[in-house]
């Protein structure tokens, strides 16, 4: 879940919402792709960080009972690979592109984390990889062209990502989104509005 808290509460955002926010900003980019690639990569967009109930997770709560914004570890000693192997599944079930999108996009996610010294996570992720690279080989796909369709991926991730947690700067100042599928940066700004 994305939390921000507020004069009122907590503005609570589930990643369901995220992902179709982020696979919203994907259709409006200007990406040359067929549309037997298109289309899963819209649904792995969307569905990127599914595989749970957020609102049904007892882990959503902090010790004091708040919402858990997703950046806030649980305190748990093992890697929940229970959501992951959800989210493969679901996404296995789709098309193959779907699961080399999403298994690379945890991959981007848990590989470099506290979490990557568990056991059970570094199996998962070393099986992943294996299931990428065999992916890559029924698909007939260069690793070039599948980093360029997860940098679009990571890309709408990344901007719906500072939409949802109310990055975007004022006065003009430009944030770094991510680096686009064509290897560019690219910023995001709040234009100055004159009404009056």
Not at 12 to 29: D, E, P, T, W
Not at 92 to 115: C, G, M, P, V
Request: charged share 30%; with cysteine.
């Amino acid at each position: 879940m994305i939390v921000l808290s507020n004069q009122k509460g907590w503005k609570i955002i589930n990643q369901r919402s995220h992902g179709l926010l982020a696979a919203m900003i994907a259709y409006q980019y200007n990406i040359d792709l067929s549309n037997d690639i298109l289309v899963p990569t819209l649904i792995a967009i969307a569905e990127h960080d599914d595989g749970v109930a957020e609102t049904r997770e007892d882990k959503n709560l902090t010790d004091a009972g708040a919402p858990r914004n997703f950046t806030v570890g649980d305190s748990a000693k093992k890697a929940d690979i229970k959501q992951k192997l959800n989210v493969m599944e679901m996404a296995s079930a789709k098309s193959q592109l779907n699961a080399l999108l999403t298994s690379r996009h945890i991959d981007f996610i848990y590989s470099d984390t506290d979490e990557a010294s568990d056991k059970k996570l570094k199996k998962f992720l070393k099986d992943q990889a294996i299931n990428r690279s065999n992916i890559l080989k029924n698909l007939n796909i260069n690793k070039d062209f599948a980093q360029r369709l997860y940098r679009f991926v990571e890309w709408c991730d990344a901007f719906s990502l500072l939409i949802c947690l109310d990055r975007i700067q004022p006065e003009g100042r430009r944030m770094e989104i991510s680096e686009s599928p064509d290897s560019e940066l690219n910023f995001l700004f709040r234009r100055k509005c004159d009404f009056g």
